[in-house]
Each structure stands twice: as C-alpha cells, then as structure tokens.
C-alpha cells in the first residue's frame, strides 16, 4: 500500500508527515486508519502541520473533521505521557502538574505569562510577611491580598465549568473552583516556605496549613496528622 511505501522511500520525518496528512481524507477506512496510526507515532510535531493544512488546505467536509479528531487525540496523548512522567517524577512540582494539564486545552498558551501573573501575587503577599507572625497571622495577609487585592473567588453559577480547570484561565479571570484555587494558593504558599498543603475531601478540597515547628505540641493540641489548622 501507499502508506507502506512512504516509509521504505527514505524521505525526511517532515516530508512523510506532509504526505501522511494528504491522504487523511482517503475513503477507504483501512487505509485512513493506517495513516492515522503513523501520524500518531510522530506525537506532538504533527500538530503545526495538521493545524496548517485545517486552515489552509480544504479537502471537504471528512478532511477536516478527521484533523480536527487527530489534533485532539495527539493532544490528549502528549498530555497523558507529559503525566505519567511527571507522576514518576521525585518532586512532582505542582504548578508544572496544573501547566500539563492546560496545555490540553492550550497547547500555545503563553507559560512566561503564567508565571509572571503568579510571580506579581507572590511578590505583593511577600511584601507584608515577616518572621515574627504568627502561621494564623501570615494565612490572614495572604487571604486579604489574594482574595482582596487580587480578587479571587470562586464561581457558584458555572461551579462545574470546564475551564476552571485550567490554571491558565483561573488566574486570567480570577475565578476558579475549589480545587483550582487551592492549587494556585498552595504554589504560591509554597514558594513563601509556608506549609500549606491540599486535602482531598469527600465533594470538596481544602488547604491544611502544616504544623512543620510542632507549635501544637507545646500546646497538648497536636493534630494526629501533623496539621496546625484547615484553610477553607
């Protein structure tokens, strides 16, 4: 078949993609299905080409409903491995986690602005923290500033909406739900050396702020689970 003697013709990785997406609207399904499968090998380069001949190149109705399935499917691949290498990962740093997700949806999405937008609140709460406050103390700043200053909240009406679910929009609308803010609080929290931690609750999620200097201890009040008090 045409698709067999791509490979055995010794052209260039971009030359077989360019030739591999001109037969996507084959009508022959075994062979679409064949060219498919290589082009999901090639993983992620794809993409520019396939986005490319969607927008330029109209080869009718199949065509394009065939690429636009394929970017999906590339897509949902790049980020499923992008997650299991970061689940095997020692560190499992949680803003790169919430980053491999969005790229699901927004695979160009601009990630120095993303930091940037985390770095201003992380500088503005940094600001007005000092070594002498009390852990109560310190979560009080941090709550005036990013719910106050920089006007988080969360979304009751469109509470189960999709796009709270990715950091990227969270912090470009302020709006999130409770597991999306509790990321982008615990980064930031994080990256202040406070230990504020997730809890993954029955229907909700919360922060736990860690008794990391056993201050409860001296107070008989110590938590079983280490944690000096729950943010919600």
Known sequence: ???????????????????LVRLIDDPDE??????????????????????????QDYYGLLFQDRVENLIHDIQFETVKNQLSIWLQSPDKDLLTGAIIIAR????????DL????????????????ND???????VKIFNRIFFGMHRFRGDRQNYHTPAHSYINNVLESRKGNPLSLCVIYSVIA???????????????????YMDSKHSAFSLQQEDEYGVLFYIN
């Open 1 to 19: 078949m045409y698709v067999q003697r791509l490979f055995l013709s010794g052209m260039d990785a971009q030359t077989t993609i360019q030739a």
């Open 30 to 55: 075994l062979v679409f299905q064949q060219v498919r499968d290589e082009l999901m090998k090639f993983g992620s380069q794809v993409l520019p080409v396939l986005e490319q001949s969607w927008e």
């Open 104 to 111: 699901y949806q927004y695979p160009g999405m601009d990630e």
């Open 114 to 129: 993303l930091h940037e937008r985390i770095q201003s609140i992380r500088r503005d709460i940094w600001l007005e923290l």
């Open 132 to 138: 002498h406050q009390t852990a109560f103390e310190q």
């Open 190 to 208: 994080q990256s202040l050396d406070l230990p504020i931690y997730g809890v993954n609750l029955p229907n909700h999620f919360v922060l736990a």
